[in-house]
């Protein structure tokens, strides 16, 4: 037996085409029948020296061809995104123990372009679970008819409730009016109601002071009350002040809702971005391969059903996107501003809640077994994309601050100044015979602690047990007498008083002091004129003898008529008629102390002096201005002075006053009394044709001056 091995030839080009060099073993007879046994045994050390050398042959080709292997391996797993196997590497180069390392196949490609394509990333994108996904595995999973077509109705639920979302959202009607519509209905009503005296409050404060301090007791204008809290809470504003401070809340808090309004929007945004490419990296074909939930194709018709529905959601988005901000800058209270917020990101939610609610269980399970598919990333994708989300939400802060909230914040101001700018504390009315326009000034908003006449009396009465008489009230039978006793003057009402109620009630010494129902009514207006000349709790009139001569002491000379001069005919002359509160019956107590009164004039006195010196006081008072500011008075004071100084003789060269027409011997009946009580010579009581009521009767005897 003779046996020939010829090895192959091993080359470069076998061991990269990955073939397995041949052995040829030739094993011809020898000849005759028998061979010798040292032959024998050459042919067999042959056989194994070539068998060695085969193996060892083989085992160098399997080792590249593993390299080779594990080099794609490591590819393929760079491509796929899994992490690399960490481990020693082997040292041995048994068929056990193969040492793989990944290298740059491709001879045209730099290391850094090598490196670049190790560095690439992948992300899965998994379908969500909403009702956008329903056209996604429509048609494709086994479910009944029913179930289909409540789905597809389910989708077009979705759209229409987002699409009318939206479309409500832009309207007027509820998006309402910029902040600027503010600021006519603040003009109109600052010019018409604010100041109307009709509506000042029982502590004699108007309208409008009552708005801009807050005052919660409010029955009228609660719309510009809360639209004044509004602006103070989100500006950060007190009731006084009008400039803008560096911290405002509202401001603050509208742009951190815009900001997290914003970031819904844009997440629903990548979201469909990233639903849009995994669906362009499926292969297109005429007919959908799916198969163990992955596709492995999709239809032109799916495609542009899927693409539909990503224009769709986009439109909605991008509505939502800019009426949600315009809503949110347009609010104005604080409390709603989150509401708001959490309100525009349930609208978002709602194919969620229709997947989550009503999308048949079947379809469900279909969609969330769907396997995901793989995006590729690299770091300059990355970072062109951060660079885009940074730029956009950037941008919109910018733009909602200084186009929104800047002009907001400077708008909300003016609204505030139309307000309440200016003075607040004076009420006007028309009198439409006069054709003037009456002005009162009113009480300070910081008075408003101390309780006006009206709400002592509401005070007290209160919580008065059953029976009681009321301390400052006093109770008309009848509406119509409640009517009349309301718009009653002081001159009907001290004519109303048959009693001087100090003489005949309040004294000691009185005819009716016990009289248990003219004592109580005495005591009530007593108790309102002392409150009215603010000495409340006072129950005496020599106590309140200061106030007598008050432009505001009405009340009180109608109740203390002997203490505030109305029974004495020698008294100041100032208020003492019966429209300035002294009643009848107080008046008719002088005639009897002009009984013995010569007819002569009295000589000058302090009370002389006084009364003059009162008058700019007095006619102040009486005009409601201040006659010293008036040209003419200049010119009336000189005459006050002369005659303060000259007496009654002086009287007969002045006597008439020049501001109010007056002659000082005869008086008016809604200011002075008559002189001719102090100045009856100079008055012409002696005269029968001129005799005043107040002439001492003693003028009237011929020759009474000169018994005198």
């Not at 992490?83 to 390392?101: C, F």
């Not at 002071?209 to 004044?228: P, W």
């Not at 100032?574 to 102390?593: D, I, M, N, T």
Request: with cysteine.
């Amino acid at each position: 037996m003779a046996a020939i091995c010829s090895p192959c030839s091993y080359g470069h080009d076998a061991r990269e085409a990955g073939t397995v060099p041949g052995v040829l073993v030739d094993m011809t007879s020898p000849s005759g029948p028998h061979l010798p046994d040292n032959s024998f045994s050459r042919l067999q050390d042959e056989l194994q020296s070539n068998m060695a050398r085969i193996h060892t042959l083989l085992q160098d080709q399997l080792q590249s061809d593993l390299a080779r292997v594990h080099e794609r391996l490591e590819r393929l797993e760079a491509h796929l995104g899994l992490e690399k196997r960490s481990g020693a590497e082997p040292n041995s180069t048994s068929l056990d123990e193969v040492n793989l390392q990944v290298v740059c196949t491709d001879p045209g490609k730099s290391g850094s372009k090598c490196n670049d394509e190790k560095l690439e990333e992948f992300s899965e994108v998994h379908f969500e679970e909403s009702v956008w996904s329903i056209p996604v595995v429509f048609g494709l999973v086994d479910v009944g008819c029913f179930d289909m077509l409540f789905a597809g109705i389910l989708v077009f639920l979705s759209l229409g409730m987002q699409a009318a979302f939206s479309w409500i959202l832009l309207t007027d009607d509820f998006i309402g009016e910029g902040f600027d519509a503010q600021m006519d209905s603040a003009k109109t009503w600052r010019t018409s109601v604010a100041h109307d005296h009709k509506h000042m409050d029982l502590a004699d404060r108007s309208l409008v002071s009552r708005v801009c301090a807050g005052d919660e007791s409010l029955i009228l204008s609660t719309n510009q009350a809360t639209l004044v809290e509004h602006i103070n809470s989100f500006l950060g504003l007190s009731e006084l002040d009008f400039e803008p401070p560096f911290f405002q809340p509202g401001v603050l808090l509208c742009m951190l809702c815009i900001i997290q309004w914003s970031l819904c929007v844009y997440k629903e945004l990548r979201r469909i971005w990233l639903q849009f490419e995994a669906t362009c990296s499926v292969a297109k074909s005429r007919r959908t391969a799916f198969l163990d939930n992955s596709f492995g194709s999709i239809s032109w018709f799916r495609f542009c059903m899927l693409l539909t529905t990503y224009l769709l959601r986009v439109g909605i988005a991008s509505v939502l996107l800019g009426g949600g901000v315009l809503w949110l800058a347009r609010t104005t209270s604080i409390e709603e501003l989150m509401l708001n917020a959490v309100a525009l990101n349930s609208i978002l939610d709602i194919d969620e809640f229709v997947f989550a609610g009503m999308t048949p269980i079947k379809i469900q399970h279909a969609i969330q077994n769907l396997s995901p598919i793989r995006i590729k990333y690299s770091r300059c994708r990355s970072q062109l994309e951060a660079f885009v989300h940074f730029s956009s939400l950037l941008a919109l802060i910018c733009a909602s601050y200084f186009l929104l909230l800047v002009p907001l914040s400077d708008t909300m101001l003016a609204v505030k100044m139309e307000l309440c700018g200016g003075l607040q504390t004076f009420v006007v009315s028309y009198n439409a015979e006069t054709q003037l326009v009456i002005g009162l000034y009113t009480a300070e908003t910081s008075d408003a602690r101390n309780l006006s006449i009206s709400e002592s009396a509401v005070q007290s009465f209160k919580g008065a047990p059953p029976g009681t008489y009321p301390e400052f009230i006093r109770f008309a039978a009848t509406k119509g007498l409640f009517q009349q006793e309301v718009s009653r003057s002081m001159e009907d009402e001290a004519s109303q008083y048959p009693l001087c109620l100090e003489l005949d009630v309040l004294n000691e010494n009185g005819n009716f002091h016990t009289d248990m129902t003219l004592r109580p009514l005495a005591t009530m207006v007593l108790n309102s004129a002392a409150a009215a000349v603010g000495r409340a709790g006072v129950q005496s009139c020599q106590e309140l003898r200061a106030h007598c001569d008050d432009a505001d002491g009405r009340l009180l000379r109608l109740v203390c008529g002997d203490t505030c001069g109305c029974t004495d005919p020698f008294s100041s002359a100032w208020y003492k008629v019966q429209a300035q509160g002294c009643s009848v019956s107080c008046l008719e107590r002088r005639q009897p102390k002009l009984q013995n009164r010569s007819c002569q004039d009295l000589p000058v006195d302090d009370a002389w002096r006084t009364f003059w010196s009162s008058y700019a006081t007095v006619l102040s008072s009486y005009f409601g201005q201040p006659v010293e500011a008036t040209q003419a008075f200049s010119q009336v004071n000189q005459t006050l002075q002369a005659l303060g100084a000259g007496g009654c003789p002086v009287l007969a060269q002045f006597p008439r006053d020049f501001l109010t027409g007056t002659f000082w011997c005869e008086g008016t009946p809604d200011l002075v009394r008559s002189l001719a009580s102090i100045c009856p010579q100079t008055c012409g009581c002696d005269n029968p044709s001129q005799v005043s009521p107040l002439c001492p009767p003693r003028c009237r005897i011929p020759n009474s001056n000169a018994s005198a």
